[in-house]
T-cell receptor, first 114, second 109 residues
Framework: SQTIHQWPATLVQPVGSPLSLECTVE??????LYWYRQAAGRGLQLLFY??????ISSEVPQNLSASRPQDRQFILSSKKLLLSDSGFYLC?????????????FGEGSRLTVL | GQNIDQPTEMTATEGAIVQINCTYQ??????LFWYQQHAGEAPTFLSY??LDGLEEKGRFSSFLSRSKGYSYLLLKELQMKDSASYLC??????????WGAGTKLIIKP
């Protein structure tokens, strides 16, 4: 069966510090991968998605970046965090192609920037 | 622009029935999803509608009317564990998901 894991689950970082969130998927190949951010009381905001290794699409201009060094690994990074980067970050995968598009989410990472 | 509207919060009584509405305006339509999200946790898939009508899955049902840009999620025999946020999302013509802000459902004994 397919599983998705992301870490760390919780982190508190000072403004200006770097960030690295990692996500891995097991049990499937060539998944579509996504990074979302969820702010309190707001819908899920798509940050990045990837349909293959090295293929990253950015939906929102910001100080975040994403990389996909391996087929089932997706990394969200920042060189210098801003206060506005605080939020709940979710990694997700889907089967790709014109299927139903059901997303399977990781456990989430709660980031607090102080 | 693309827009998904759903109520911010609803309250219902344990054992009762509640209907959560979702209206959408998107560029194209390739299906509508409902997800459940407990506080502090990731969303989990509940239902998918791409054709008009009602899809029933146990205590949960989801309805879609494409001509009206409207869907609802119906929860029957409410249990305390159903207290959660319910997210409506529409897949547009580019197969991208557009998300609503979610409806927080509070269940009272």
């Amino acid at each position: 069966s397919q599983t998705i894991h992301q870490w760390p689950a919780t982190l508190v970082q000072p403004v200006g510090s770097p960030l690295s969130l990692e996500c891995t998927v097991e049990g499937t190949s060539n998944p579509n991968l996504y990074w979302y951010r969820q702010a309190a009381g707001r819908g899920l905001q798509l940050l990045f998605y990837s349909v293959g290794i090295g293929q990253i699409s950015s939906e929102v201009p910001q100080n975040l970046s994403a990389s996909r060094p391996q087929d089932r690994q997706f990394i969200l990074s920042s060189k210098k965090l801003l206060l506005s980067d605080s939020g709940f970050y979710l990694c997700a995968w889907s089967g790709g192609g014109k299927d139903t598009g059901e997303l399977f989410f990781g456990e989430g990472s709660r980031l607090t920037v102080l | 622009g693309q827009n998904i509207d759903q109520p911010t919060e609803m309250t219902a009584t344990e054992g009762a029935i509640v209907q959560i509405n979702c209206t959408y305006q998107t560029s194209g339509f390739n299906g509508l999803f409902w997800y459940q999200q407990h506080a502090g946790e990731a969303p989990t898939f509940l239902s998918y509608n791409v054709l008009d009508g009602l899809e029933e899955k146990g205590r949960f049902s989801s309805f879609l009317s494409r001509s009206k840009g409207y869907s609802y999620l119906l929860l029957k025999e409410l249990q305390m564990k159903d207290s959660a946020s319910y997210l409506c999302a529409v897949m547009d013509s580019n197969y991208q998901l557009i998300w609503g802000a979610g409806t927080k459902l509070i269940i009272k004994p």
